[in-house]
């Protein structure tokens, strides 16, 4: 059995998420789709929205639990007792913070693998900073999100236009 996590803040989660996410469940026995609680960074959406707009996105993959976590990934990791990490890469912008990422990690736990996965092109401009950015200012992103992800962003983000 194998059991693979997919960490990340998914404020909110997007399709690119839901691209990795449906690919890594496509491979590993298991995915565990675990929202990053972070006390000191500000959020758009609460945990408890964030939790509910992905186990909403991600309900059509059996395979796929939602959870959250703070504090260290590698404590999440073992407590969960998955030794692989999944990450979405999108560019080569990205690599350098990533494999810093993945090297601190690999130092603090090193049983525990990051795989990276690449992005379909389709994707690779999608960001949850993007997206709301883009909303905000009266964009249509509504092809961007799952239709419950549009829905909350409507009720949650002011827009700059109206
Ligand atoms: P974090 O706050 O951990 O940087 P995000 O919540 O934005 O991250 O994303 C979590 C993971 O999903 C990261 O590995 C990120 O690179 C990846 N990701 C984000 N957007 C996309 C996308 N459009 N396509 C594929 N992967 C993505």
Do not use: C, W
């Amino acid at each position: 059995m194998i059991r693979a996590v997919y960490p990340g803040s998914f404020d909110p989660i997007t399709n690119g998420h839901i691209y990795i996410a449906e690919r890594a469940a496509a491979l590993f026995d298991e995915l565990i789709f675990a929202i990053l609680i972070n006390p000191d960074k500000a959020s758009t959406f609460s945990q408890e929205e964030r939790q509910i707009m992905a186990s909403e996105a991600l309900a059509h993959l059996p395979n796929v639990r939602v959870k959250y976590f703070n504090g260290l990934l590698v404590d999440f990791m073992r407590q969960q007792e998955s030794r692989i990490i999944i990450r979405g890469l999108r560019a080569l912008s990205e690599f350098d913070y990533e494999f810093q990422l993945a090297q601190m990690n690999r130092q603090l736990a090193p049983e525990i693998e990051t795989f990276f996965m690449a992005t379909d092109a389709k994707y690779s401009y999608l960001s949850s900073s993007g997206l709301k950015t883009a909303f905000r200012f009266g964009g249509d992103v509504s092809e961007m999100v799952p239709p419950g992800v549009y829905a909350r962003m409507k009720d949650k983000i002011r827009r700059n236009d109206k």
